[in-house]
């Protein structure tokens, strides 16, 4: 039954569109992990390896007071952007590699009006992270770039930039 039921995911997995199976993804991750990611539905727009692209729509739950993103929800937009590419190498890598924020910085520019995309272009110097995490087995650090946007209300007009530093640890088998 269970490899009946492993093969039936597969299959469906394989015919679902990739942005879908990334979205579907980060979302189990944040049932299982982090309840607020869960809480915020980020969607994956673009996932490669240079590039990621992440929106979170403006709705109830990610509102504040005054009807535009609260910053909580950009934080975790910003998280999801800067950490999808690093995740992406570490599986592709096949190592046992933990991966935290260790400090992050917002400059919030304009109000968030509608649906923010959250996109991260520092995908060659992650993966260059990554290898050399990897080959150390030290702790590893990267300024990571992320802006986001509200295309429908501001074009290509930032609303806020934020810099994460990226900490990469290989861990050992114990």
Do not use: W
């Not at 299982?32 to 994956?44: A, D, G």
């Not at 990571?144 to 530093?165: H, I, M, N, Q, Y």
């Amino acid at each position: 039954m269970a490899n009946i039921a492993a093969t039936l995911g597969a299959k469906l997995g394989k015919a679902l569109p990739e942005n879908m199976r990334n979205t579907l993804g980060i979302r189990a991750f944040g049932f299982f992990k982090i309840p607020l990611l869960f809480f915020v539905s980020p969607s994956v727009r673009e996932l490669s390896d240079e590039r990621c692209v992440v929106s979170i729509p403006l709705n109830r739950r990610t509102r504040n007071h005054l009807k535009s993103m609260y910053f909580g929800t950009l934080a975790c937009g910003a998280d999801c952007a800067g950490g999808l590419i690093a995740v992406r190498m570490i599986e592709r890598e096949g190592a046992n590699v933990s991966l935290v924020f260790k400090d992050f910085k917002a400059d919030f520019l304009k109000r968030p009006e509608s649906t923010v995309f959250f996109t991260c272009e520092d995908g060659k110097a992650i993966q260059e992270l990554v290898r050399k995490t990897i080959a150390s087995g030290e702790r590893e650090n990267l300024s990571v770039r992320v802006t986001a946007t509200c295309p429908d209300k501001s074009g290509a007009e930032p609303v806020a930039e934020f810099v994460l530093t990226l900490s990469l640890k290989r861990r050992d088998p114990k």
